[in-house]
């Protein structure tokens, strides 16, 4: 129940976030969700994407550092407390979080949490055991 | 009116000079000759023999000697004494991590620190000054060869060595410092830090500074004359030749460096065919050592580019002036006092999983400060999705390049091929400090 992530390492000079999403755009695939962390040098940006390996070789063949990782997508209805609840079940597990984003779905109902955490399967067997809804990646893009 | 350190052999006529080398330079043929195999097998491959030196032109017979020398006999296989006899040892950074090291008999030491006292004199330092030494001591020559100098002229030394510049300041308030004997880059962070301080150089006894161990511009010169209110004199010397203290600039005459040529040898050579050049001419300086025991040279190749004036001199020294060093015929690096070689960064890089040849060095001097950067690009091997991880890896780089140079840097990641790509000798160095 993990979902592919494609990380792209970006220098931190202009432009460069644009070229990425132009030449994805021209490969027809599309964002599902996207996050960029920052330093004072670099950047590393992390997609959600349909299609993964189109999405690698494209940027790949266009000069990038493409790496593919795993994460853990969590459905929650998008209401007050929603991530809360989340967390809550992560620092009872003693798990550690290193990054996340979130989106909204289409319908607005519910919110989808992107968490990558330092011990992936124990945090997808606990938040399975409290009942969370854990997504895949053809269900994201599905959304 | 000038003062001297030993008159007769600063102002020798170029005859009696000229023989006095000649007798000394045939004596250190025939000892290291005798007692150095790998000086006698360079030697006999040349085909030349110590009695072939009749003049100071057969100088130009000897094979030269490089500092792949220095590394492939590391650490004492040039020494010509036993080790009981050697009472010192400095070392400077080699090419490939192996440092290049250097001895000195006890009279080593004495003919050093009489020539750095030689040297202060020149700039008019004498037995009332007091003297803030703050190059570097350790392994270093600046530092300990600089020391004994000024205790050898009779001055106050305060050895201070490098960095905790505020401390300095009080110091130089306090003790009244007259003469300061700096790296020209850490002189102007000295002037720098006395600014943030609200610190009027005008306020302290400064008079004179005695400038070197790496490359400076006449600009930066005027700079710091300017903003320390003193007069700033050049210092030359390397650790293979002696160290601080082979050649000197005087106050009385226009610029360039008097060589202590009762000791010292210099030739200029072309730096690809090997020639020497005729006098005035510009090209690599090359020194042969008259004097010294442990640790003598012959036809050492500096790298450093000079030029030789042989025209009389104000202060009324007959001692051949050389012209500041403008250049080098080889790719080291001179950061804040330290020789760095491209060669040493990249065995570091080499020495980390993961990264790829493609870096580049770039140099800048951020206000008063050389500043070093070193660019790597990010393999797909190195990469990760954590920031964490990236972190990691520059904070390992730069602590292994720390450890191996003692220089700080800053390591940046950038993406792959943008560092550029050129065709034969890959554009290693990018030194943006216009010396």
Redesign the interface.
């Known amino acids: 129940m993990r979902v592919e ?1 494609i ?1 792209v ?3 931190n000079k202009s432009g ?1 976030l644009a070229e990425i999403t132009a030449r994805l755009a021209e490969e027809n695939i599309n964002i599902r969700a996207l996050s960029v ?1 920052d ?1 004072a ?2 950047g ?1 940006l ?1 997609l959600i994407v349909d299609d993964v390996e189109k999405a690698k070789k494209t940027l790949k063949s266009n ?5 593919i ?1 795993n994460v853990i997508a969590v459905e929650v209805a998008d209401k007050t407390g929603g991530l809360a609840g989340v967390l809550k079940t992560i620092e009872a597990e003693r798990l550690n979080v ?2 996340m984003y979130a989106f909204v779905n289409k319908t607005g109902e519910n919110a989808v949490l992107i968490f ?1 955490f330092d011990d992936m399967d124990k945090a997808i067997e606990s938040l399975q055991r409290t009942g969370y809804t854990i997504l895949s990646g053809e269900q994201i893009c599905a959304l | 009116m000038t003062l001297y350190w030993e008159e007769e052999m600063e102002t020798l006529p170029r005859v009696g000079l000229e023989s006095i080398q000649l007798k000394r330079l045939q004596h250190l043929v025939a000892r290291v000759y005798k007692t150095v195999a790998p000086y006698r097998e360079k030697m006999d491959a040349a085909g030349v023999k110590p009695e072939d030196i009749q003049s100071l032109a057969d100088l130009a017979k000897l094979p030269f000697t490089v500092k792949e020398d220095l590394r492939d006999n590391y650490p004492f296989g040039l020494f010509t004494v036993p080790m009981d006899q050697v009472v010192r040892v400095h070392a400077s950074s080699g090419t490939t991590g192996k440092p290049t090291v250097v001895g000195y008999t006890k009279k080593d030491l004495e003919t050093w620190s009489g020539l750095m006292a030689r040297a202060l004199t020149l700039a008019g330092v004498t037995a009332k000054d007091m003297v803030h030494n703050a190059y570097g001591y350790g392994l270093f020559t600046g530092g300990l060869g600089a020391h004994y100098g000024i205790e050898r002229l009779g001055a106050t030394v305060i050895p201070v060595s490098g960095g905790n510049t505020k401390r300095q300041i009080t110091i130089m308030k306090d003790f009244k410092s007259t003469v300061l004997l700096a790296t020209p880059s850490y002189a102007l962070n000295l002037a720098e830090t006395m600014e943030t301080l609200d610190v009027d150089p005008k306020s302290l006894s400064l008079r004179v500074g005695v400038f070197g161990a790496e490359p400076w511009s006449e600009n930066m010169r005027d700079e710091v004359e300017r903003k320390l209110n003193i007069k700033a004199v050049d210092i030359y010397g390397l650790s293979e030749v002696m160290g601080p203290g082979v050649s000197m600039q005087c106050l009385e005459g226009e610029k360039g460096m008097h060589i202590f040529e009762d000791h010292f040898l210099p030739e200029i050579i072309d730096p690809d065919t090997g020639e020497v050049l005729p006098p005035g001419e510009k090209g690599e300086l090359v020194f042969t050592t008259l004097t010294k025991e442990a640790f003598p040279i012959i036809r050492y190749r500096t790298k450093d580019i000079s030029r030789l004036m042989y025209d009389t001199c104000a202060c009324g020294r007959t001692l051949v002036r050389m012209e500041k060093v403008t250049g080098r015929t080889d790719d080291m690096l001179i950061i804040r006092g330290v020789n760095v070689f491209p060669s040493q960064i990249e065995h570091v890089l080499m020495g980390t999983e993961g990264v790829e040849p493609h870096y580049q060095i770039v140099v800048n001097r951020e206000g008063n400060m050389d500043t070093m950067a070193v660019e790597v690009e ?3 091997d190195i ?6 991880a ?2 990691n890896l520059t904070k390992r780089i730069q602590m292994d390049i720390k450890d191996m140079l003692g220089v700080t840097c800053r390591v ?7 560092i550029q790509r050129s065709e034969g000798k890959a554009q290693r160095v990018i030194d943006n400090r216009k010396l």
């Not at chain 1, 000069?63 to 790496?67: C, D, K, L, Q, S």
């Not at chain 2, 990469?383 to 964490?388: A, H, Q, R, T, Y």
Request: glycine letters at 6%; aromatic letters at 12%.
């Open positions: 992530q990380a390492f970006l220098e460069r962390a330093t040098d670099f590393i992390r000069g990038f550092t493409v790496g990782t290193e990054y990558r | 990010v393999s797909e990469f990760s999705d954590e920031i964490k990236l972190e940046k990641l950038v993406e792959p091929r943008t």
